[in-house]
C-alpha cells in the first residue's frame, strides 16, 4: 500500500488550498478514506472521511463549512479541498486508509496559513 500526499504550501488567511492523495497497491474503490492532520506539539486529528463510493463524508467540527472532502475512484485518488483557511489549520496533513485491519499513512504534506 502506497500513499503519497501532495498539495501542501503556504498560504494567507482566508485563502485556498486543495490536496491529492494517491494510492496504490490495493483495490482504492472498496475502502474509505481519510485525511488526519498534527500540528507541532498536537496529537494527530482526524479531519474528514470518506466512505468507498463517496456517498456520506463526516468532518471535524473546526473544518465544517470550510473543508470539502472528495474522491475520484477511476483515478485512485482522494482530495481535500480547503476554503478559508485560519492560522489554526497549519499542520501537517496526512493520508490514511485502513486495508485489511492494518492502518496505513502517506508521509504527509504540510500546510502553513500565515500572513
Known amino acids: 500500500v502506497q500513499l503519497v500526499e501532495s498539495g501542501g504550501g503556504l498560504v494567507q488567511p482566508g485563502g485556498s488550498l486543495r490536496l491529492s492523495c494517491a494510492a496504490a497497491?490495493?483495490?482504492?474503490?472498496?475502502?474509505?478514506m481519510s485525511w488526519y492532520r498534527q500540528a507541532p506539539g498536537k496529537e494527530r486529528e482526524l479531519v474528514a472521511t470518506?466512505?468507498?463510493?463517496?456517498?456520506?463524508?463526516n468532518y471535524a467540527d473546526s473544518v465544517k463549512g470550510r473543508f470539502t472532502i472528495s474522491r475520484d475512484n477511476a483515478k485512485n485518488t482522494v482530495y481535500l479541498q480547503m476554503n478559508s483557511l485560519k492560522p489554526e489549520d497549519t499542520a501537517a496533513y496526512y493520508c490514511?486508509?485502513?486495508?485489511?485491519?492494518?492502518?496505513?499513512w502517506g508521509q504527509g504534506t504540510q500546510v502553513t496559513v500565515s500572513s
Open positions: 490514511h486508509a485502513t486495508v485489511q485491519w492494518r492502518a496505513y
Open positions: 470518506i466512505t468507498r463510493v463517496g456517498g456520506s463524508t
Open positions: 497497491g490495493f483495490t482504492f474503490s472498496s475502502y474509505a
